[in-house]
C-alpha cells in the first residue's frame, strides 16, 4: 500500500515510476510531496524552496508527465540564472527521462558558440534548459520555436532577478502561449518575486517547504569586530576550525579580490568568484573548489548564485547581509543531507540592526563570542587535499572521463583513491590528484599519451 508520500501515490505512467525506484526515489521531499499533485493538476505554482530540495526532482517529474515523447518541439522550458545550474538540471531531467528513451533534452547558455546550439534545435528538442540571454537570442531568431509549450519553469527565480534577467524573462514569455502551465521556484520572496508572479502567472497555488534549516545542523556563531579587523579575523578563525572547504560571502567584487589575494599571501589557499570573472575562469574556479583543490572560495552573493557544493562544512559571512532571508540561504549551503554544518559571522558596528533582524527571524538569541577566545595564529599553512590538472582536450575532442581516468592509473601511476573529481568541459578538463603527487603525474601525462593523442597537461 502507498503513503502520501510515496512516488507511487501520485498518477504517474509505470515506466516513470520504475525509473524513479531504480534512481533511489522511494519517498518524496517535503517540496514534491507538496508541489507535484497540484503541478500534475497542470496548475500555476509558486515554490518557495532552496538548493538541496528536491525542487528539480519536482519540476521534471512534472515536465515529463504530460510530454509527448512523439512531437519533436520544444514542450517544455527551464530557465535558469546560470550554465552550471542549467547544466545539473539538464542532467537531472535525462536521468528521469530515462524510462520514455528518445527524449531530447538540450541546455542553451551563453558563453558557448551559438551555431552548433542552432544545429541542435533543428534535430528536434522537447526540452530546453537555458539561461535567459541565450534563450531569447534563440527565440528571436526563431531557431526555437516555443509555440508548442506546456510547460514553462523559472527556476531559482530570486538569482535570476538578481542578475538583472527581469525584462529577458519577459521578453521569452511573449514567445510562449497564453494557455501554458508557469512553474516559478525561488529561494527567498523579494518584491520583484510578487511582480513576476502577477504578470506571468494564472491563479497560482503558493507552496512553501522546509524553508527553515534544520537549526541543529547548522551551529551560528557571532563575532564582533571593528572594520580594519575583518581580514584579519578571516584568517584568524580559518586557522582555528582549520575546514577543508569554506565559502566566504562578501558584497563587492573588490572586497571578494582584496581578501583571496590576502588570504593567499598568509598561506591560506583562496580563491575569488565575482561577476568580472570570464566563463571560461569562473568555470576554471568552480572545478578546483568543487574538487578540494582550493580550501576557501570568496565570493558576492550574486556570483554564487547556482552554487551547489556538497559537504560544505563551513561558511563565513565577512559582512553580514543585509536581508534575514539572504543570511538563510547563505548559511544554508553547509549543514546538509545530515552533516554539521557550522555559520560564522562578522559583525562591526554599523551592522547591528543587520544582527537583530536575524534574531528576530530566529526567535531566539544569537550566540556571540570574542575573538580572542579563537587560537593564536600559528602561521601554519592551510592547503587542500588535492590539486586540479588541466588537460587540454574535452567533450568536443571526444574526451570521455574513463580516457582520463585509465591514463592517471596506467602512465600516470596513481591508484584511483589518489583520484578526485573529473570534470570535462568543451575544450578542456580538470582532474584532482592528491596535491603532493601532482607535478610528476602531470611530467609523466604530458610525456605519454592520452587516447592515443599527446596533450598538454599543466598544474593549475
Not at 18 to 23: E, V
Not at 35 to 46: A, E, F, H, N, R
Amino acid at each position: 500500500m502507498s503513503t502520501p508520500t510515496d512516488f507511487a501515490s501520485l498518477p504517474l505512467p509505470a515506466a516513470l515510476l520504475t525509473n524513479l525506484a531504480d534512481l533511489g526515489y522511494s519517498s518524496m521531499t517535503a517540496i514534491q510531496a507538496q508541489s507535484l499533485p497540484v503541478i500534475l493538476k497542470g496548475l500555476d505554482v509558486i515554490a518557495q524552496a532552496k538548493t538541496g530540495s528536491g525542487k528539480t526532482a519536482a519540476f521534471g517529474v512534472g515536465i515529463l508527465s504530460p510530454l509527448n515523447p512523439r512531437y519533436f518541439g520544444c514542450q517544455a522550458l527551464v530557465l535558469c540564472p546560470t550554465r552550471e545550474l542549467a547544466d545539473q538540471v539538464a542532467k537531472e531531467i535525462r536521468r528521469l527521462a530515462r524510462a520514455e528513451g528518445n527524449i531530447k533534452v538540450l541546455t542553451l547558455c551563453g558563453g558557448v558558440p551559438f551555431g552548433p546550439q542552432v544545429g541542435s534545435l533543428e534535430h528536434g528538442v522537447h526540452i530546453v534548459v537555458g539561461t535567459p540571454g541565450r534563450v531569447l537570442e534563440h527565440a528571436r531568431k526563431g531557431t526555437l520555436d516555443l509555440s508548442g509549450l506546456n510547460t514553462l519553469v523559472l527556476d531559482e527565480a530570486d538569482r535570476m532577478l538578481d542578475m538583472g534577467f527581469y525584462d529577458s524573462i519577459a521578453d521569452i514569455v511573449e514567445f510562449t502561449p497564453k494557455r501554458r502551465q508557469t512553474l516559478l521556484f525561488s529561494a527567498t520572496f523579494p518584491e520583484g518575486i510578487q511582480q513576476l508572479a502577477a504578470n506571468f502567472l494564472r491563479d497560482p497555488q503558493h507552496i512553501k517547504a522546509d524553508v527553515e534549516h534544520a537549526e541543529h545542523q547548522i551551529e551560528q556563531h557571532f563575532y564582533e569586530i571593528t572594520p580594519e579587523q575583518r581580514e584579519a579575523a578571516v584568517e584568524r578563525i580559518l586557522r582555528h576550525y582549520r575546514p577543508d572547504a569554506c565559502v566566504a560571502f562578501c558584497f563587492t567584487k573588490q572586497q571578494t579580490q582584496d581578501l583571496a589575494d590576502y588570504l593567499n599571501s598568509e598561506k591560506i589557499s583562496a580563491l575569488a568568484l565575482h561577476g568580472d570573472l570570464e566563463q571560461r575562469e569562473r568555470d576554471q574556479v568552480l572545478a578546483l573548489f568543487s574538487n578540494r583543490s582550493c580550501s576557501v572560495l570568496v565570493a558576492t552573493d550574486v556570483a554564487a548564485r547556482g552554487l551547489d557544493i556538497d559537504a560544505l562544512p563551513m561558511v563565513i559571512n565577512v559582512e553580514l547581509a543585509r536581508d534575514p532571508e539572504i543570511h538563510t540561504h547563505r548559511i544554508g549551503r553547509t549543514g546538509r543531507a545530515g552533516a554539521k554544518g557550522i555559520a560564522i559571522s562578522l559583525v562591526a558596528p554599523k551592522e547591528g540592526n543587520r544582527a537583530s533582524a536575524i534574531e528576530e527571524q530566529l526567535r531566539k538569541p544569537l550566540h556571540w563570542h570574542a575573538l580572542n577566545g579563537l587560537k593564536e595564529s600559528d602561521g601554519q599553512p592551510l592547503l587542500p587535499a588535492m590539486a586540479t590538472l588541466c588537460i587540454s582536450a574535452g567533450r568536443k575532442d571526444k574526451l570521455r572521463p574513463g580516457d582520463i581516468l585509465g591514463a592517471l592509473t596506467g602512465i600516470g601511476g596513481l591508484t584511483g583513491t589518489q583520484v578526485g573529481k573529473i570534470s570535462i568541459f568543451d575544450h578542456q578538463a580538470f582532474v584532482a590528484v592528491e596535491r603532493l603527487l601532482a607535478r610528476q603525474t602531470q611530467q609523466r601525462l604530458e610525456a605519454g599519451k592520452i587516447k592515443g593523442r599527446s596533450l598538454k597537461v599543466r598544474v593549475l
